[in-house]
């Protein structure tokens, strides 16, 4: 059974750092993709990153591209997304998602994830 455990968030103010970790553990190889999304209040749900555990390419939203970092250690099946110079328009519940297979379409839509993480809320004040 693949389950996905999130850690880290929590407030910061404008311009101040977080970093999220996401260990996935039931995959049997490194072919899978982790993504992080995240849902603000009163909106859809955003595709953030996308990271192919099997080559370690990540993909970004344009809107973190530069502000936003993921690395990896496939030892720890763990993803780690580095979120520095936050906005207060980064305020979101933030999750990670994994599918077996790689990154398809950079990060794709939510429905195409069939695993989910709990979600972990980030705010930014500003």
């Known amino acids: 059974e693949v389950q996905l455990v999130e850690s880290g968030g929590g407030l910061v103010q404008a311009g101040g750092s977080l970093r999220l970790s996401c260990e996935a553990s039931?995959?049997?190889?490194?072919?899978?993709?982790i993504a992080w999304f995240r849902q603000a209040p009163g909106k859809e749900r955003e595709g953030v990153s996308c990271t192919s555990m099997s080559d370690g390419s990540v993909d970004y939203v344009d809107s973190v591209k530069g502000r936003f970092t993921v690395s990896s250690d496939n030892a720890k099946n763990t993803v780690y997304l580095q979120l520095d110079r936050l906005k207060p328009e980064d305020t979101a519940v933030y999750y990670c998602?994994?599918?077996?297979?790689?990154?398809?379409?950079?990060?794709?839509?939510?429905?195409?994830?069939?695993?989910w993480g709990q979600g972990t809320q980030v705010t930014v004040s500003s």
């Open positions: 039931g995959f049997t190889s490194d072919d899978y993709a």
């Open positions: 998602a994994a599918e077996w297979g790689p990154c398809v379409d950079d990060i794709g839509e939510s429905y195409e994830y069939d695993y």
